[in-house]
């Protein structure tokens, strides 16, 4: 029986004779060639596949946040109040090209330059996020500098920033009906009692906060804003 590592006759090459191993054996050029080409075009993918993967890694680390809090139409709603993803990304696509400009308010206030800050700390789509998750969801600056961990003066920065912002922006439009407009859509009952009528002006009460060295007393026990909008005759 045939022990392991024995040699055989089968094995044996013609003459019956074995030969030891050549150690100084070359093998042709051609060979060569082919295994350093090989070779190199195995590094190369090696090469590519690190790239690869940093790429995908570094784009998921700057992947928004917002898409990670709002994921459905009601999430867009609780957060930002625009009824859907779609028209929260109709809207912040038309207010990208000047906001992709803004001068933070930091920097605001050391130059009359008008040039953008370098010192983005968020995609711009997350800054129009943090400011809509401050006033419309009512977040604590304190709580968004740990969701979006950024420090809490960067927080307060991009706030009265996009609050100057869209005040600019959002104070530009018309808010109020033309004339024609609103005696084409006007129900039948003000035709004939109130045919002049332009606007109906109601108050709207909006809860604010107040520092904790005033004293405050109402019949509601926390502050408010009264407001009404401009009238426009």
Known sequence: MPVPGDITEEALPEGGVAKDHDY???????????????IQ?????????????????VKQLKQPLIFK???????????????????????SESVYPSASRLLYWSKAQQT?????????KLPLIDELFMFLCRVVAGLQE?????IFE???????????T????????????????????????????????????????????IRCETASSLSYYSRKHFPTIKTTPPLKV
């Not at 459905?72 to 809207?91: L, M, P």
């Not at 009359?112 to 983005?120: G, V």
């Not at 950024?150 to 009265?160: H, M």
């Open 150 to 160: 950024v420090s809490l003066s960067t927080v307060s920065r991009i706030i009265l």
């Open 69 to 91: 809090f709002c994921v459905t139409d009601e999430d867009f709603r609780y957060y930002t109040r625009f009824s859907s993803k779609k028209v929260f990304t109709v809207f």
């Open 41 to 57: 075009e195995l590094e190369f993918q090696v090469v590519s596949l690190k790239l690869e993967i940093q790429q995908l890694t």
């Open 162 to 205: 996009w609050t100057s912002y869209l005040y600019q922006v959002l104070g530009s439009l018309p808010l109020w009906m033309t004339r024609e407009q609103v005696q084409v859509t006007m129900p039948d009952k003000f035709k004939l009692y109130c045919p002049q009528v332009r606007v109906i002006i109601d108050c709207t009460e």
């Open 112 to 120: 009359a330059q008008e040039a953008p800050s370098p010192q983005r």
């Open 142 to 146: 304190k709580t968004l500098s740990t």
């Open 24 to 38: 100084a054996y070359h093998p042709s050029p051609d060979k060569l060639d082919a295994a350093a080409w090989r």
